[in-house]
T-cell receptor
Framework: DGGITQSPKYLFRKEGQNVTLSCEQN?????MYWYRQDPGQGLRLIYY???????QKGDIAEGYSVSREKKESFPLTVTSAQKNPTAFYLC????????????FGQGTRLTVV | GDSVTQMEGPVTLSEEAFLTINCTYT??????LFWYVQYPGEGLQLLLK?????DKGSNKGFEATYRKETTSFHLEKGSVQVSDSAVYFC?????????FGAGTILRVKS
């Protein structure tokens, strides 16, 4: 079955540590996205990539980094510079064509302890 | 800048009541518009979409019409069920970016 997979589902991190969230898709989509979800604030765009080896900052990129070395994979690193990293992180992918919807993973809940 | 505004929740309804969740957008062109639904602890699923003015998207009894003159895409359902309890997000696709509203929590009581 085609889909988009995020792992792990739950992640705990100590303050000051970097952590990487995985996102893999086998839908052959060119575009991939990372969103952060906080209660009452909806989804905020962290980074997005329209094509392999290229990515752009979203609205809240500070304290995060990404790579896009393969079409299927778009990992997100939450660095120690991110002041408030506890949140629900959602990865999505879509074809590059206009008017097409995005497909979402199940999300990773990151908690800093 | 480009943005999506939707009504604040939570919205609490009794089963079989009529549902409206308002959504308006701000964009310099003509974006595609979407409604997504999120069940507890899960990612988002596409509920319906409309790609041009006056288009009506529909799915599972939900409907929304793309109104260019009012820049709106309100979600409606004639008779809600307990299983419709979820968070609903309005979104627009513009310039290859997806912009989301803040989400509206819907709670349906039996």
């Amino acid at each position: 079955d085609g889909g988009i997979t995020q792992s792990p589902k739950y992640l705990f991190r100590k303050e000051g540590q970097n952590v990487t969230l995985s996102c893999e898709q086998n839908l052959n989509h060119d575009a991939m996205y990372w969103y952060r979800q906080d209660p009452g604030q909806g989804l905020r765009l962290i980074y997005y990539s329209q094509i392999v080896n290229d990515f752009q900052k979203g609205d809240i990129a500070e304290g995060y980094s990404v790579s896009r070395e393969k079409k299927e994979s778009f990992p997100l690193t939450v660095t120690s510079a991110q002041k408030n990293p506890t949140a629900f992180y959602l990865c999505a992918s879509s074809p590059r064509e206009r008017n097409t919807e995005a497909f979402f993973g199940q999300g990773t809940r990151l908690t800093v302890v | 800048g480009d943005s999506v505004t939707q009504m604040e929740g939570p919205v609490t309804l009794s089963e079989e009541a009529f549902l409206t969740i308002n959504c308006t957008y701000t964009a310099t062109g003509y974006p595609s518009l979407f409604w997504y639904v999120q069940y507890p602890g899960e990612g988002l699923q596409l509920l319906l979409k409309a790609t041009k003015a006056d288009d009506k998207g529909s799915n599972k009894g939900f409907e929304a019409t793309y109104r260019k003159e009012t820049t709106s895409f309100h979600l409606e359902k004639g008779s809600v069920q307990v299983s419709d309890s979820a968070v609903y997000f309005c979104a627009m696709e513009y310039g290859n970016k997806l912009v989301f509203g803040a989400g509206t929590i819907l709670r349906v009581k039996s």
